[in-house]
């Protein structure tokens, strides 16, 4: 079966909080005749939008998990994932970035490119994601397309070009001028449903013109028949104008920029025109996988629908029918009874159910081809597990999952809300591997850890709604982590005599600070000192003792162990007697080291009205903030800063109300640094007490 | 001075971070600065409320070599404040850290994010449109910084002004502004290769505003070599004409 996937687009709306790209993707399903109706986000009808299934989303008017959902658009299958806009959410942006071929990147026309824009921009470059922009809100005040333009240029520079013009800005948004065609383009109908070209406006040809120049000597970059067709003033087609700028989009190299307003209906459907003409289909895109059998060798897999599947959980869900597992098939067809195996497991699965997504409503299907993005129902796997065929053992190069930053004790108040919560934090754990959970043995709490606060308040509050787990949570912790500063020796010698076979290891050597990893072992025991069978038992104590450190009990990162000497008993040493000898060594040489503590310092970045910029930069220097820069934006300004997150807790209510709610701020983990010694006698004052209290 | 790369030898990923390495980091951009070598007074080079101009055309160097000069001011725990009219505030930072970072791994300098953690907080960076820029609106910026306690700078860099298009006043407002606070202001004027320089060397859309500068350098190309030359404040005897410098680093060659 070989299918022309020239006509599959698999893309993602990525943008900053409150861009609006939410509402963007219902105007797409509205008319691509996916919806029927329009449904603003916080609208006043009570619906919601579409794409925002989640009751916590429509409430907060933010996007939390990525729906899936597909449509068609002249003659193309489109298939979109919604991506949440928040930082905290991110890994649900890496996700998604990881199945897509293409994006579409939403920027405000009054806000322009703003430090959420700066993030997801990284990450579409990491996963070599090629977009077009999408400028949105034109209708607001203050609108200006082309100074966006110009930051996409300046501060992610793209190489970024206009494919319109606006006719009328801010109120008198009245639809684009289309440079390729030179046309103009009206948007007609309760809901802008009817596209209507006509004459370019007078007054704004001289200016469409121009820009068409500018379009036209940026693709002609990509392509010698359009270079020589402009030496030799010949006609310039627009097949050859969209030819040459497709190829530099997919080579990253240009992007293409539509405008208009989703919420006015206006500049939508010539977007969707762009995603089909210069946004690549899944073929044109090189995915990899890795070899299990063949040493973990890299694999090109072909978007062959006849070759051994290769598919991708990228989501799951927990629906009314049971687990939804999103998954995208990146070689051969799924089918439905067809039998796969989840590569992390070694499990084999019958497929059941094959569905295609509509938001939260479904399609099913019989199969999903090489290139698709679909959902299974009722098979157990965790997000980013690979299934292939029976006959290979290939699986997706694993996603990039930066560790927890945050953590945060939780009480459920009764039983019944006991195992609500077990398995909700069950699912969420599954659902998103920057989301962790555990028990703290010494106090019996249930910890969660996350990305941040309000990564941990969200799923708080879908404990209390989807699963009705009534819990009360503790102070937010921060993950602080100790290291050693200088190398210190040890000569550890374990002896236990107390009747019966008795324990005895001798472990000798030094431990020293190291700074690219967390843990190294390195065994120079020349002459069996200690007999090689026990080298192993040593390594695993030292590295026991790194879980939790001698000095406040955080867990120890960055120490290289070497052990040069030691020695045994004939009857007395086992396993056991090194491991604590191991132990004893490590507990021994660790204070020596001069242990520090290190604490997670976050990247803030502030919008502020220029007004406020004095006062917000006091806020952020109180926080113990290093302010790196702040920059003047007409009336906005942007201040960068690194700031500990211990210091960040209840920080937007502040920032609220120091700029009459009219700043927000962004904030994601930067880097690990050593506190303060007053910060770190305050921390070991803290943690001093909470044991005392847990005696 | 030190050959590169003979700095202490070290073990792999070992962190020995000793006051030897700081002095000798501080020492080896001291002895390598050009403006020392091209006879400039003293290590600040500029005196209190003082100008000083980098001259160049597109692409030479000039943000690099004030970014230079800046760690030498860091290292000295003086503070500077990088003002760029056209950069973004993460443009410039990684400006500062990858210059930092080229400059420690020519003198072997293991663990340079160590040392950039400890400078870094004498560095604070603005950046402005062009067109909104003006004196007034540095000093309410600044003022804003000082009067919190926040940041106080000895040495202001101003990158991107433009020098053809804004009159003598501007420059005279900010002249003002660097005597009221003491510092010293370093600007970058980018020259182009269509204006054929004057006799002293400036070009020509310089010169209504040369005599309020105290040092003016200019940096040139020449194959693929950048020397830098005095063309005001330097002293003669003390300098020769021109010196060779490392495009990396902007500090002065090894071999000269």
Known sequence: MKIDDQKIRNIGISAHIDSGKTTLTERILYYTKRIHAIHDVKGKDGVGATMDSMELEKERGITIASAATYCEWKGHEVNIIDTP???????????????????????????????????????????????????????????????????????????????????????????????????????????????????????????????????????????????????????????????????????????????????????????????????????????????????????????????????????????????????????????????????????????????????????????????????????????????????????????????????????????????????????????????????????????????????????????????????????????????????????YTHKKQTGGAGQFGRVAGYLEPMTDAEFIFENKIFGGAIPTQYIAACEKGFKQSMAKGPKLEFPVTGVKVVINDGASHAVDSSDMAFQAAARGAFKEAYLRAKPVIHEPIMKVVVETPAEFQGSVMGLLNQRRGMIIGSQDEDVMCVIEAQVPLAEMFGFSTILRSATQGKAQFTMEFALYRQVPQSIGEKIALEVAQNKKSAA | MFPIGVALKREKNVIHLTYKDIMMIKKEMLYRNPLINLGYANEDILPAGGFGAVLAYAGVGKTALLVQLALNMM??????????????????????????????????????????????????????????????????????????????????????????????????????????????????????????????????????????FDAIVQLATKGDEVYIKSLKGGSADRSPKDLLLDPATMLIKDNQ
């Not at chain 1, 579409?124 to 400028?135: E, G, L």
Request: charged fraction near 25%; aromatic fraction near 8%.
């Open chain 1, 85 to 491: 806009g928040h930082v905290d959410f991110t890994i649900e942006v890496e996700r998604s970035l990881r199945v897509l071929d293409g994006a579409i990147l939403v920027l405000c026309a009054v806000g322009g490119v703003q430090s959420q824009s700066i993030t997801v921009d990284r990450q579409m470059k990491r996963y070599k994601v090629p977009c077009i922009a999408f400028i949105n809100k034109c209708d607001r005040s203050g609108a200006n397309p082309f100074r966006v333009i110009s930051q996409l240029k300046a501060k992610l520079g793209h190489n970024a070009v206009a494919m319109q013009i606006p006719i009328g800005l801010e109120n008198d948004v009245q639809g684009v001028v289309d440079l390729v065609g030179m046309k103009a383009i009206y948007f007609d109908g309760d809901n802008g449903e009817m596209v209507r070209e006509a004459e370019i406006p007078a007054n704004i040809l001289e200016e469409a013109k121009a820009k068409r120049e500018e379009l036209i000597d940026a693709a002609s970059l990509f392509s010698d028949e359009l270079t020589e067709a402009i030496l030799n003033e010949s006609a310039i087609s627009t097949a050859m104008i969209y030819a040459a700028l497709r190829k530099g989009t997919l080579q990253r190299e240009i992007t293409p920029v539509y405008m208009g307003s989703a919420y006015k209906n206006k500049g939508v459907q010539p977007m969707l025109d762009g995603v089909t003409y210069l946004l690549p289909c899944p073929s044109e895109i090189q995915n990899e996988a890795i070899d299990m059998d063949k040493n973990e060798e890299k694999v090109v897999l072909s978007n062959d629908t006849e070759k051994p599947i290769v598919a991708l959980v990228f989501k799951l869900e927990d629906g009314q029918y049971g687990q939804l597992t999103y998954i995208r098939v990146y070689q051969g067809t799924l089918e439905k009874g067809s039998t796969i195996v989840n590569v992390r497991t070694g499990k084999k699965v019958k497929v059941g159910r094959l569905v295609r997504m509509h938001a939260d409503q479904m399609e099913d299907v019989e199969f999903l081809r090489a290139g698709y993005i679909g959902a299974l129902f009722g098979i157990e796997c965790s997000s980013g597990d690979t299934f292939t065929s029976p006959d290979v053992n290939l699986t997706m190069i694993s996603m990039y999952v930066p560790k927890p930053v945050i953590s945060l004790a939780i009480v459920p108040k009764d039983n019944k809300s006991q195992v609500a919560m077990a398995k909700a934090l069950n699912r969420f754990a599954k659902e998103d591997p920057t989301f962790k959970t555990f028990v703290d043995h010494e106090t019996g709490d249930t910890i969660i850890e996350g990305m941040g606060e309000l990564h941990l308040d969200i799923y708080v509050e879908r404990m209390r709604r989807e699963y009705g787990a009534d819990v009360s949570t503790g102070n937010p912790r921060v993950a602080y982590r100790e290291t050693i500063t200088q190398r210190a020796d040890f000569n």
């Open chain 2, 75 to 212: 290292l000295r725990e003086h503070s500077v404040l990088h003002v760029s009219l056209h950069d973004a505030v993460s443009k410039v930072d990684l400006w500062y850290q990858e210059i930092f970072h080229d400059i420690a791994e020519k003198f072997g300098i293991p663990e340079v994010q160590e040392y950039w953690d400890k400078i870094q907080p004498y560095r604070f960076i603005m950046t402005f449109k062009v067109e909104g820029f003006s004196a007034p609106k540095l000093e309410e910026r600044m003022t804003d910084l000082m009067e919190q306690n926040i940041f106080k700078p000895i040495m202001v860099i101003i990158d991107g002004y433009k020098f053809d298009e804004a009159g003598r006043g501007q420059l005279v407002q900010l002249k003002e502004l660097a005597k009221k606070y003491s510092m010293g202001l370093w600007f970058t004027v980018h020259t182009h290769r269509h204006e054929t320089p004057q006799e002293n060397g400036l070009p020509l859309s310089f010169l209504h505003v040369a005599d309020l």
